[in-house]
């Protein structure tokens, strides 16, 4: 079975090797008929600890690293800093 990937946004790169992302997905409520939106926060192994806050990265499943991280960053683009 493949790996589910997901498409999230850094939140947070305070602890070390660890980024926090937030993924967005999109549905339609089924009474009121609108389209809504839901956040959930993953917790993801970032080894060069290369992402921060701001970053828009891809994430992988994986076996479980430690109590939370269940997640790798596999690929992601930096935002443009301002020196």
Not at 62 to 83: A, D, N
């Given at each position: ?60 499943e ?22």
């Open positions: 079975m493949p790996k589910r990937q997901l498409h999230g946004l850094v939140v947070s790169d305070k602890q070390d090797k660890t980024v926090v992302v937030a993924v967005e997905r999109r549905f339609t409520h089924p009474v009121l008929k609108k389209t809504v939106r839901r956040t959930t926060k993953f917790h993801a192994h970032d080894e060069t600890n290369e992402y921060a806050v701001g970053d828009m990265v891809w994430i992988e994986h076996k479980p690293i430690s109590r939370l991280k269940r997640w790798t960053v596999i690929q992601g683009e930096k935002k443009k800093r301002v020196l």
